[in-house]
């Protein structure tokens, strides 16, 4: 059988795979129907008639990066809502509602994100006149808390008498009133009566999205999935909000991402019921797939709801017990539905390592599991992911942006946050995603955080350096650990045989390879998924 003839050919400094010895390079790589068909030295990769050829100089081609945990539905919908977190203050939370409530039409949903707990301390009276007597829904930075105005709260029929639902919490005054601030499944009692952009409405942030995706050199993505599987629409509405929207929107996804689609492990059994498997493509799409089930196992570091283990006791909030886990990865198990399992504290971490061995076996094809977030691991249970065939998904800018958080709120066990040394040291595989819109979908802030465990520009320098990566694993953790998680072998990156995702990098090798400061303004010049040109911002 003769080799087809490249209509793509490639110059650069190429990296073709990033490998835990190092990283694998050529300067030239040829193309042919969406995958790379040779590989090598410049004169010894022809350019034939009438294929394209583009020189890349000394700029990095690399192979195209993966967001392996982001809410991409949220990061859309965050475009049009009030943001705060770069506001210095409750008062400036204030005065940025003001004038937001101010261009809104009066039957308008006020829609905010980005709250801290030392922002929103002390203002809640503030925040109910600013929104002046309107349903309001105003999410935190890291998406575990919720405040909704007294209109909200009353659509919802949520008063004093409300209790405290299992997983959650109300937060209330001295006379008991709730504040408006809702903890972890607390949140379900009002968010589904909140509006949202869906449909035809989320069209252009959705586009806006992914164009800045692939100014980044982002050609992967894995939907990190919903707390609920309510509010979906049209045909795919049983897998919740988000999945549905993104199937809905297909048309406008596909060939431009490569996404696994994740929906809310209380969809497990519709998925099962549809024959729908971690990894299947989406009916007649050439680039989405169907991704793993989300069980939210604790809450977070910021709203205080992480789950820990501690001397005096344990703290925080399980937001499912341990029971319905093993319920749900024996009907997810058998159906080749891959679980995904929040999991920030380390008693969380436990709980969902032990849900996950003791499951039925995989089936024959189905893809890892994963825990998300890892953010606090005892020593001993870091050697139970690479055995028990359970990948870490990371999330490095976290380590960088929570930094003062965890030196403040788990100081008697610093050392065993963000543990990316122990999991490597112990074999456990690492795949790097950005939680946006919690934290910037930029993945260049994200290797250079996994490499420093800051942010540019801090003045402190490294944080806690113990735990760091190599600029190598860094990159690793966004190309061939998502592809190794996924199960695709020819994805991640750009050796003969793969799929041609790929990026050309502002910036030449040597940047990369040194992860500095630089790292923070690296962009992509040109961005491709199945050697096809994806629009940009």
Known sequence: MSMPTADLVIRGAIVLAATPSGLETAEALAIADGRVIAVGRRDDVGVPPGARLIDAGDRAVIPGLHDFHIHLVDLARSSRSVRFNEDPDGAAVVARLTRSVAALAPDAWVHGRGWSEDQLARVTEAVETAVGGRAAWLMSHDGHSAWASAAARRLAGVD??????????????????????????????????????????????????????????????????????????????????????????????????????????????????????????????????????????????????????????????????????????????????????????????????????????????????????????????????????????????????????????????????????????AGALLAAGSDAPVESGDPWLGMYAAVHRCLPGDARGNWRPSQAMTPTEALAAYTTGPARVIGAPDEGHLRVGARADLAVLTVDLATVVRAEEEMARVRSDLTMLDGREVPRT
């Open 160 to 425: 004093a008498s409300t209790p405290d639902p299992d997983g959650g919490r109300l937060e209330r005054d001295e006379h008991g009133e709730p504040t408006g601030v809702l903890r972890e499944r607390a949140m379900d009692l009002v968010a589904a009566h909140v509006t949202r952009l869906q449909g035809a409405d989320l069209e252009t942030p959705l586009d806006e999205a992914l164009r800045a995706l692939a100014g980044y050199g982002v050609t992967g993505a894995s939907e990190a999935g919903d707390y609920t599987d309510r509010n979906g629409i049209g045909g795919d509405a049983d897998l919740g909000d988000s999945a549905s929207c993104l199937t809905d929107l297909g048309d406008l996804i596909d060939g431009r991402l490569r996404l696994s689609i994740g929906f809310p492990a209380d969809a497990i059994s519709a998925a099962a019921a549809r024959g729908l498997r971690t990894g299947m493509a989406v009916g007649g799409r050439r680039t989405m797939r169907i991704g793993w089930a989300k069980h939210y196992t604790d809450g977070a570091l910021g709203s205080g709801t992480a789950a820990l283990f501690g001397p005096d006791g344990d703290a925080g909030i399980l937001r499912v017990s341990s029971e319905r886990l093993a319920d749900d990865a024996a009907m997810a198990r058998p159906a080749g539905i891959g679980l995904a399992l929040h999991a920030i504290g380390d008693r969380a971490v436990a709980v969902a390592l032990a849900a996950l061995e003791g499951a039925p076996d995989r089936i024959a094809g189905a893809p890892m599991d994963r825990i998300e977030h890892v953010q606090l691991l005892r020593t001993a249970d870091a050697g139970r992911f690479g055995p028990g065939g359970i990948a870490a998904s990371i999330q490095p800018i976290h380590a960088a942006a929570d930094s003062d958080m965890v030196d403040r709120q788990w100081a008697d066990r610093a050392d065993d946050a963000y543990a990316w040394r122990r999991l490597l040291d």
